[in-house]
């Protein structure tokens, strides 16, 4: 919802407690904000989604490299973010092992799911869960486009600094 004021003040009644106005030009999210049910609200700032340019120009070179090397645009995507993505490391039950790696990769093409060890905690596994792009922050996400600008260099293919540059910057404001 858009926010053009906001204050907090001290309650006169309630000396424990502070009330939150927020004034919105928007009447319909204001009601759905009302309609709210449960005793606690996480407020946070939206996040701008992506730059399209970004993603596309990101694609775009996925698939030139892998014409380059014969292989899919999926497998050099999936490849660099094996390799500068990131992941967590997850203590899996063996019984659910096979099914966790399979829902994991379900979520999207960057979502990648391996086994890494055999945990200390009997009967149990570390998985290595890699999130897709869709879900990087500004610098995850440059990291990605940057190392996927230096693989198209190296196999020869033309890029375009000014429109790295241009859609870096574009990435950054969102």
């Keep these: 919802m858009k926010v053009t004021e906001k204050r907090v003040k001290r309650d006169a009644e309630r000396f424990d407690e502070v009330i939150i106005e927020i004034r919105t030009p928007d009447l319909e999210e204001a009601e759905k904000f009302m309609m709210m049910q449960g005793d606690e609200i996480e407020i946070r700032k939206k996040r701008q989604k992506r730059s399209l340019d970004a993603n596309a120009y990101l694609w775009e070179l996925c698939d030139k490299i892998a014409s380059k090397i014969k292989s899919t645009k999926e497998e050099v995507y999936r490849e660099a973010v094996r390799d500068v993505g990131t992941f967590d490391y997850l203590m899996i039950q063996?019984?659910?092992?096979?099914?966790?790696?399979?829902?994991?990769?379900?979520?999207?093409?960057?979502?990648?799911?391996?086994?890494?060890?055999?945990?200390?905690?009997?009967?149990?596994?570390?998985?290595?869960?890699?999130?897709?792009?869709?879900?990087?922050?500004?610098?995850?996400?440059?990291?990605?486009?940057?190392?996927?600008?230096?693989e198209a260099k190296e196999q020869g293919i033309e890029t375009s600094p000014d429109e790295e540059r241009r859609l870096l910057a574009l990435w950054k404001n969102h």
């Design 94 to 150: 063996d019984k659910a092992v096979d099914k966790f790696i399979e829902s994991w990769e379900l979520k999207g093409v960057g979502y990648i799911c391996m086994k890494h060890h055999k945990a200390a905690i009997p009967d149990c596994t570390v998985v290595q869960a890699f999130y897709g792009s869709s879900s990087y922050s500004t610098a995850e996400m440059s990291r990605l486009i940057d190392y996927i600008v230096q």
